[in-house]
């Protein structure tokens, strides 16, 4: 389905669904300008996904490889169906950085590292294997790898008539890209700012501070004049972003608050069992039932909120060993 949005500039959006998926939908925008076109973020590589986009790309009389890609950040849903634009004189646009990443998914190496992270937090070993059968980044990634324009905070992009610039707002994803339209004063948001859910900010190896950064780039996204905001999920725009900021701030505030007093309860639990007895939407599932791949995203945004506790030193790490296994321990009072 192909919706009008914009005359001026001329602003589409194809409704990519995601069935089976909490996200719902993918908001794919194609803008036109000037004889040329882009898109940005193209759904999972998925038959449904690649027939919605191929569908709604025809109804405005564009081709993949004639055209650009705007990639926001690197889960599935956003850059599945990438190598689709690789031919012809087409040109994809991503970050340095996550198209780095994605190379290492695809190639299993970041996988790896991330099932370390998760086994020294009590993630049982079963639960990693299954969450990894099921998880939409390793079943619905990329056939192949793909080149891209590397871009870093504050690139522009021309298209046509229009300017883009490409804003580095890492959280959700080590450097999550937004790109603006500052003459138009126009957003694409990506899943930085989403109007009906909450961006899930978790662990990755080797960066630290996702939480602390995601919210200083949530606040740094009021200092941009912003008239229209476009996000990747679900609804559109319908309330001010400065309200939607402090409802993002809130929700964070809660979870913390929300762990600490799990931990006044039961200290030296491990991030899994932290997890565990915090609350969650598990669509009408117990967490012992709940798929595990919605567990394993629940462990890594409890593991993202640990860790900016601990950079305040509300919360301190211990260890302790289970069936030879080290597991990471936490507590309100520093044990060392």
Not at 180 to 190: A, D, P, Q
Request: net charge negative.
């Amino acid at each position: 389905m192909v919706e009008l949005l914009r005359k001026n500039p001329e602003i589409y959006r194809i409704d990519i669904p995601l069935k089976g998926n909490a996200l719902k939908n993918l908001n794919c925008y194609v803008i036109k300008s000037g004889g040329e076109s882009v898109v940005i973020d193209t759904g999972f590589n998925r038959p449904d996904c690649m027939q919605a986009l191929a569908d709604g790309l025809a109804e405005l009389g564009i081709s993949m490889d004639h055209t650009n890609l705007l990639i926001t950040h690197l889960h599935t849903d956003h850059c599945g169906l990438a190598p689709g634009f690789a031919s012809g004189d087409s040109r994809i646009y991503m970050s340095k950085r996550e198209h780095e990443l994605v190379r290492r998914w695809r190639h299993r190496r970041y996988r790896r590292e991330m099932d370390v992270i998760f086994r020294l937090e009590g993630f049982p070993e079963e639960g990693l294997v299954e969450a990894a059968r099921r998880n939409p980044m390793i079943v619905y990634a990329a056939d192949t790898d793909y080149d891209v324009v590397p871009l870093r905070d504050g690139d522009k992009i021309e298209i046509g008539d229009l300017t883009f610039t490409a804003l580095a707002m890492s959280g959700h994803t080590p450097e999550h890209m937004c790109y603006y339209l500052e003459k138009e004063k126009i957003m694409f948001l990506g899943d930085h700012i989403l109007f009906d859910i909450t961006p899930n900010i978790t662990i990755w190896p080797g960066v630290k501070h996702s939480l602390s950064t995601y919210l200083t780039n949530l606040h740094r996204m009021l200092t941009y004049d912003i008239e229209t905001a476009y996000p990747a999920h679900r609804g559109l725009m319908g309330r001010s972003l400065q309200q939607r900021v402090e409802e993002i701030t809130e929700h964070h505030s809660r979870r913390l608050n929300e762990i600490l007093e799990v931990l006044k309860e039961y200290p030296g639990s491990s991030g899994y069992e932290i997890a565990s007895r915090l609350t969650w939407s598990l669509h009408g599932e117990t967490w012992e039932t709940a798929p595990k791949r919605q567990i394993w995203f629940a462990v890594g945004e409890t593991l993202a909120h640990i860790e900016y506790l601990m950079d305040l030193d509300k919360v301190f790490r211990g260890n302790k060993i289970v069936n030879g296994q080290q597991i990471h321990t936490y507590f309100l009072e520093n044990h060392s």
